[in-house]
């Protein structure tokens, strides 16, 4: 399958936003959009000419890397959101959060949400007492998170955990257990609880062209 492969930091400067790709690094002294907040390339600090197809094609890409999805799979995400009852942009968001990889993250039990998607792949994960492998799996009220038993010694998670709660804040639609290794899905995510930075109202008047 295809995916990005330039620099995740190029991606942060040229969007003009902390999209918080690389984990540990985004909240250190070591992140590349705090030390050079400008866009990447010799023409980075140069001004782009502002049209609303540019301002609403940004916004798209700022989301779509956000959520770490390829164009296609976006798409996807929002055909599907435009089929629902109520507000395209809401509904999409609302998807996209209750994306595995993206719970996840927000539950802290991965640095970002590339690193979930990898777990995931490798199957360290429960979800309702069944083993997944599928970060798009789309979860809903009720339903319970876990870390393998034999996957909880790891590293990786006691590193996670150790941080979740504090460097990245976990929303109220979500709780995690940390005795137990749980996490659980205790309501549908509001707009409210999703980035206010975030203009989903152009990503739509772009797909509605």
């Excluded at 600090?45 to 989301?63: A, F, G, I, P, S």
């Excluded at 309702?128 to 393998?148: A, C, F, M, W």
Aim: include cysteine; charge should be positive; proline fraction near 3%.
């Amino acid at each position: 399958m295809a995916k990005y492969k330039d620099s995740s930091c190029k991606v942060c400067r040229r969007e003009g936003a902390k999209l918080f790709l690389k984990g540990e690094r985004c909240h250190s002294e070591k992140c590349a959009y705090d030390r050079r907040p400008f866009g990447p390339g010799q023409h980075g600090k140069d001004k782009k000419r502002t049209t609303d197809y540019r301002v609403q094609l940004r916004e798209k890409q700022k989301v779509k890397f956000m959520y770490g999805l390829l164009e296609s799979q976006f798409r996807l995400f929002y055909d599907r959101a435009n089929k629902k009852r109520g507000a395209t942009g809401e509904n999409l968001l609302n998807l996209l959060e209750r994306r595995l990889d993206n719970v996840i993250y927000r539950l802290g039990m991965a640095s970002s949400r590339s690193q979930a998607r990898q777990l995931i792949n490798h199957r360290h994960f429960l979800i309702n007492g069944k083993t997944t492998d599928i970060p798009s799996y789309i979860l809903k009220q009720g339903d319970v998170i876990e870390i393998k038993e034999r996957s909880r010694t790891s590293p990786v998670f006691k590193a996670s955990l150790e941080y979740a709660g504090e460097r990245t804040q976990i929303p109220t639609w979500l709780q995690l257990e940390k005795e137990t290794f749980k996490g659980t899905v205790l309501r549908e995510p509001e707009r409210s609880d999703v980035s206010a930075d975030i203009k989903e109202n152009l990503i739509v008047e772009l797909y509605s062209k």
